[in-house]
């Protein structure tokens, strides 16, 4: 950590820093702990790499979230390009209703509405660009906004990373012909999505409270969150129970989720290459054979 970077933060905060201590557990960045001479602690992610706005994103993401006052978000102290600094989240162990109360929580965290279907922004899942600002076909059109936004675009993305076999794009072309029908009776309004929550997106406070992290914020439907969840697994049954009490998920829900998977699997095979290839085929042809 550099010179200037410790005088930016000591003159933010008012307080020296007296020790820093890595954290374990980042996919993308170096993540400290900070203890500083007023007692206070900071989470720091440091990136050296991504000379992007990765971070700034992150923070308005962070933000967004906290707006409707659900679920814990940890609070931005300051970023910019480079760091992102925010309050350090003490850790503690999962009581027996953890499960619960987070389905109910995230259950009311979807009933925070947006004016249209994206984000004033568009910002990063992992460290691809994630498209959020809607054309105006899309604003009022989920199904146009989640295939435009979310598969062509990362569609797009595999054409320059050399993953676009034929069958791929016929895929695809006939995941757009389709698209209304597979998604048909499910319209709802725009929600406010964690956007990237999978078991190592959220954390235990020392409270046994959910406090979430590393969002890719945007408004949209609440099932493209849920099947997010289910992608790589480590929700519990009572997670889902406890959402569909306090807001019932609708009919056909299990037919939709792999089309929102297909999203994550897609951004996966271009972060982390071919291996996730057979996955999204598999999702493609479900819908299309
Ligand atoms: P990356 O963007 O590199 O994937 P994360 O934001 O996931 O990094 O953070 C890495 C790890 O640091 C997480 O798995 C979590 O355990 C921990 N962590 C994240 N945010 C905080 C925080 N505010 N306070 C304490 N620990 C945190």
């Not at 480590?234 to 009919?251: C, I, M, Q």
Request: overall charge negative; some cysteine; hydrophobic content about 35%.
């Amino acid at each position: 950590m550099d010179l200037e970077l410790r005088q930016k933060i000591t003159q933010h905060t008012g307080s020296e820093i007296v020790s820093v201590k890595p954290v374990a557990g980042g996919c993308i960045s170096d993540a400290f702990k900070l203890e500083m001479e007023s007692g206070s602690r900071y989470f720091l992610k440091l990136n050296y790499i991504a000379n992007r706005d990765l971070f700034p994103k992150e923070a308005n993401g962070l933000i967004e979230l906290g707006k409707p006052a659900i679920i814990r978000i940890p609070k931005v102290i300051l970023s910019d390009c480079s760091f992102i600094l925010m309050e350090f989240i003490e850790s503690g162990a999962k009581t027996k209703s953890f499960a619960k109360t987070f389905g109910r929580k995230f259950a009311e965290l979807h009933k925070f509405k947006g004016r249209y279907f994206g984000f004033y922004e568009d910002n990063y899942i992992g460290s691809n660009v994630q498209r959020n600002i809607p054309g105006d076909d899309e604003k009022e059109d989920w199904v146009n906004f989640f295939f435009t936004k979310r598969l062509l675009a990362q569609y797009t993305l595999a054409e320059k990373n050399d993953f676009a076999t034929p069958d791929l794009t016929d895929g695809i072309l006939e995941i757009e012909k389709r698209i209304y029908g597979i998604l048909n009776g499910s319209a709802e309004n725009p929600c406010l999505l964690h956007g990237d929550l999978w078991s190592g997106n959220y954390m235990v406070d020392d409270k046994g409270n959910p406090v979430l992290s590393d969002p890719a914020v945007y408004y949209g439907h609440r099932e493209a969150d849920l099947a997010m969840t289910k992608l790589f697994g480590g929700f519990r049954p009572e997670f889902y129970s406890a959402y569909n009490e306090v807001y019932p998920l609708t009919d056909g829900y299990e037919y939709r989720e792999d089309i929102y998977k297909l999203y994550h699997l897609l951004n996966h095979m271009n972060l982390f290459g071919k291996g996730y290839y057979n996955q999204v085929m598999d999702t493609i042809r479900k819908y299309t054979s």
